[in-house]
């Protein structure tokens, strides 16, 4: 799932607790943070629990399922990057990364 998704069901499940609880929360960190994410969603579905509110459950598990998947992903190991195959493609790259040596304006 996609970051932008996870950010939109996160609003989403802002606006309901807001509406329906009064809670204010943070649609940023409950979207990036899993811990964060996954206590909102626990509120989110006692309170669904509470007052038999079938849109919040289904927002509230929606949440915790991007963030399982992105929990998931986290753990998965990062693939070796490739080393250069022949040495004019290790000397092309070299060039990519150095820094830049040139004046610009006032400021060095």
């Known amino acids: 799932m996609h ?11 802002h606006v309901a607790l807001r509406r329906k609880t009064g809670r204010v929360t943070d649609t940023e960190w409950m979207a990036s943070d899993v811990t964060y994410g996954m206590a909102m969603s626990a509120l989110a579905l006692a309170h669904a629990k509470e007052t038999d509110d079938a849109e919040l459950q289904r927002l509230a598990l929606l949440l915790r399922a991007s963030l399982n998947s992105t929990q998931a992903q986290a753990d998965k190991p990062a693939p070796a990057p490739a080393a250069p195959s022949t040495p004019e493609t290790g000397q092309a790259l070299a060039k990519l990364v150095q820094p830049v040596r040139r004046y610009v304006g006032g400021l060095r």
């Open 3 to 13: 970051d932008s998704e996870r950010l939109a069901i996160a609003a989403r499940l």
